[in-house]
Structures are given as structure tokens and as C-alpha cells.
């Protein structure tokens, strides 16, 4: 189908896959937050044995709000989408649906060391899920293109796994200095708009569809305006 389309002169929309992602990371974001379960207290000290699930909620709000933005900031900057984008965007997605599941059990663990370093391994490949998906955009639009000159060498979407990674073999010796690790990562992504944001757009007169799809010749004669109410007939009327 998507090669009978592309003979066919037609392009894919990137309204529809952004829709779609966005409404993918809201539900995620959503059934996190359902997750938090109010103390059984009404006192502060009922406050505490939360502080490790809410800090563990606050870091996944803050990672899926990063890829959201990012998200943005790389489809607006997009022309047009093709199939491997697709599937690249969904592999982004599956592993971003892992982390309510992560969040949870890291916090709900006291940020034990197993649960810290799985929080890690599906961080991990949710970087190399948007890289991927980051090549994969740059492909289509070609390696001349002003995308591509935005986004230059990408450091940090290379230093960004190497971090993960890192991580997750300091979850079993110290499970702060792994979260450590994943908020340096999660702080480097926070501005996303001064790589994609410049991406020069074909400026010019913009191109409105014609009132006629054939010659001029063929389109009929516009009506002649009406008078307004409560005008006086010109002469000859």
C-alpha cells in the first residue's frame, strides 16, 4: 500500500502519527498517576513511606514529558512521514508503555537495586528507541537536509545510552548513584528547542489550493456581488 501511494503521488501525514503519540503518552502519564495511592493517616509522618513512590513517579513524569517534547520538536520539524518511521515510532512507544509498570515497582520497592536496574534497562531502550526513530527521520529527509544540520553529531543521543548503562551496573552497589545517573540524563534532555526549533521552513507566498483544478478556462464566471440590505440600486437597475 505504501508503495502504490507513493506512485500514486500521495504522502503520509504527520498529523495523525503525532495525534496518536500523544494520546499513547497521556494514558501513560495518566495510569501513573493512578498508581499513587493516598496514605492511610492523616498526618505527615503517613507521608513517608511515599517519599520513594512519589520520587519515583516524579522522574517517569519528567522522562515521558522529555520524549513528548522532543517527540514535538522532531515531527514538527518533519516534511513528511514513511512506513519505516511508523514502525520506529511505535518501537518508541512500547518501550515508553513499560515505564508506569517500572515506576511502580521501583517505588514501590524503596528503590531496591533489581527494580532500579530494570527502571534503567527500559530507560535505555527507550534512548535507543528514539535515536532509532531521530535516524530513521533524518533518512527520509536526506543527510543535506536542514534536519540534519540541526541536529549535527548528537551527542547527546549517543551519551545518553553509555549513561543508562552505566547505571544499571551502579543499581547493585549504590541505587542513588544509578538514579543519579538517570537525572543527569533526564536534565541534558530538558531543552530540546534550540537543535530542532531553527530548522529553516521554504518560506515564500503561501500556496493556497486553486479555485479551479483545470485551466482557468474552464472555471465559470463569478456570480456578481449581491447589494447590501437597504442599499439603493445604482443606475440601470
Same mark, same amino acid.
Not at 59 to 78: D, K, T
Not at 82 to 100: G, I, K, Q, R, Y
Not at 224 to 237: D, E, L, S, T
Given at each position: 500500500?505504501?508503495?502504490?501511494?507513493?506512485?500514486?503521488?500521495?504522502?503520509?501525514?504527520?498529523?495523525?502519527l503525532?495525534?496518536?503519540?500523544?494520546?499513547?503518552?497521556?494514558?501513560?502519564?495518566?495510569?501513573?498517576?493512578?498508581?499513587?495511592r493516598?496514605?492511610?493517616?492523616?498526618?505527615?509522618?503517613?507521608?513517608?513511606?511515599?517519599?520513594?513512590i512519589?520520587?519515583?513517579?516524579l522522574?517517569?513524569?519528567?522522562?515521558?514529558?522529555?520524549?513528548?517534547?522532543?517527540?514535538?520538536?522532531?515531527?514538527?520539524?518533519?516534511d513528511?512521514v514513511?512506513?519505516?518511521?511508523?514502525?520506529?515510532?511505535?518501537?518508541?512507544?512500547?518501550?515508553?508503555?513499560?515505564?508506569?509498570?517500572?515506576t511502580?515497582?521501583?517505588?514501590?520497592?524503596?528503590?531496591?537495586?533489581?527494580?532500579?536496574?530494570?527502571?534503567?534497562?527500559?530507560?535505555?531502550?527507550?534512548?535507543?528507541?528514539?535515536?532509532?526513530?531521530?535516524?530513521?527521520?533524518?533518512?527520509?529527509h536526506?543527510?543535506?537536509?536542514?534536519?540534519?544540520?540541526?541536529?549535527?553529531?548528537?551527542l547527546?543521543?549517543?551519551?545518553?545510552p553509555?549513561?543508562?548503562?552505566?547505571?544499571?551496573?551502579?543499581?547493585?552497589?549504590?541505587?542513588?548513584?544509578?538514579?543519579?545517573?538517570?537525572?543527569?540524563?533526564?536534565?541534558?534532555?530538558?531543552?530540546?528547542?534550540?537543535?530542532?526549533?531553527?530548522? #529553516?521552513?521554504?518560506?515564500?507566498?503561501?500556496?493556497?489550493?486553486?479555485?479551479c483544478?483545470?485551466?482557468?478556462?474552464?472555471?465559470?464566471p463569478?456570480p456578481? #456581488?449581491?447589494?447590501?440590505?437597504?442599499?439603493?440600486?445604482?443606475?440601470?437597475?
Open positions: 500500500l505504501a508503495a502504490a501511494a507513493r506512485s500514486l503521488g500521495l504522502q503520509m501525514h504527520k498529523g495523525r503525532e495525534a496518536f503519540s500523544d494520546a499513547v503518552i497521556a494514558i501513560l502519564m495518566t495510569i501513573m498517576v493512578l498508581e499513587l493516598a496514605p492511610d493517616g492523616s498526618d505527615l509522618d503517613a507521608l513517608r513511606p511515599l517519599i520513594p512519589f520520587l519515583t513517579y522522574l517517569s513524569f519528567v522522562n515521558l514529558g522529555i520524549y513528548w517534547n522532543n517527540h514535538h520538536h522532531l515531527l514538527q520539524a518533519a513528511r514513511n512506513s519505516a518511521m511508523l514502525w520506529a515510532n511505535l518501537h518508541l512507544l512500547f518501550w515508553l508503555s513499560l515505564f508506569p509498570f517500572a511502580q515497582w521501583m517505588g514501590a520497592n524503596h528503590l531496591a537495586s533489581t527494580p532500579t536496574a530494570i527502571y534503567g534497562v527500559i530507560s535505555l531502550f527507550a534512548a535507543i528507541a528514539y535515536f532509532v526513530l531521530q535516524t530513521v527521520v533524518v533518512a527520509e536526506g543527510p543535506d537536509s536542514a534536519m540534519a544540520s540541526a541536529l549535527g553529531r548528537d547527546k543521543g549517543k551519551i545518553s553509555v549513561l543508562y548503562a552505566a547505571g544499571i551496573a551502579l543499581a547493585f552497589v549504590s541505587t542513588w548513584l544509578a538514579i543519579s545517573l538517570y537525572v543527569l540524563v533526564a536534565l541534558t534532555w530538558l531543552f530540546p528547542a534550540r537543535r530542532l526549533a531553527p530548522v #529553516p521552513r521554504h518560506a515564500g507566498p503561501s500556496r493556497s489550493p486553486p479555485l483544478p483545470t485551466s482557468p478556462r474552464a472555471c465559470p463569478a456578481p #456581488p449581491r447589494p447590501a440590505r437597504g442599499a439603493h440600486p445604482g443606475p440601470g437597475a
